[in-house]
């Protein structure tokens, strides 16, 4: 069973960068798609990113498109999202979560991470 651990977040500026990493403990690592998600406050949790197993290929959410940068290093067991030129709008939890393929659908993805928080502000 693996465990994902999210890391990375804080307040940051309008404009600024963060980078969140999604770390994972037990065995076979490399073989699961990854996905990034985020709930804002009254929002429902929505789809940011995902992976493949092997890192390469990505797909992402219209939002957040050539902004962020979903990648991994299956030698640390991680994946990281690189989050540049964040807006208020990107005020969320983050989370990791596993799946079966590289898809956007919430219900697809398990094995959720405790989520950490991002602030950006104005």
């Known amino acids: 069973q693996v465990q994902l651990v999210e890391s990375g977040g804080g307040l940051v500026q309008a404009g600024g960068s963060l980078r969140l990493s999604c770390a994972a403990s037990g065995r076979a690592f490399s073989t699961y798609v990854i996905g990034w998600f985020r709930q804002a406050p009254g929002k429902e949790r929505e789809f940011v990113a995902a992976?493949?197993?092997?890192?390469?290929?990505?797909i992402y959410a219209d939002s957040v498109k050539g902004r962020f940068t979903i990648s991994r290093d299956n030698a640390k067991n991680t994946v990281y999202l690189q989050m540049n030129s964040l807006k208020p709008d990107d005020t969320a939890v983050y989370y990791c979560a596993k799946g079966p393929s590289i898809v956007s659908t919430i219900k697809s993805y398990d094995s959720w991470g405790q989520g950490t928080q991002v602030t950006v502000s104005s």
């Open positions: 992976l493949s197993r092997s890192g390469l290929s990505t």
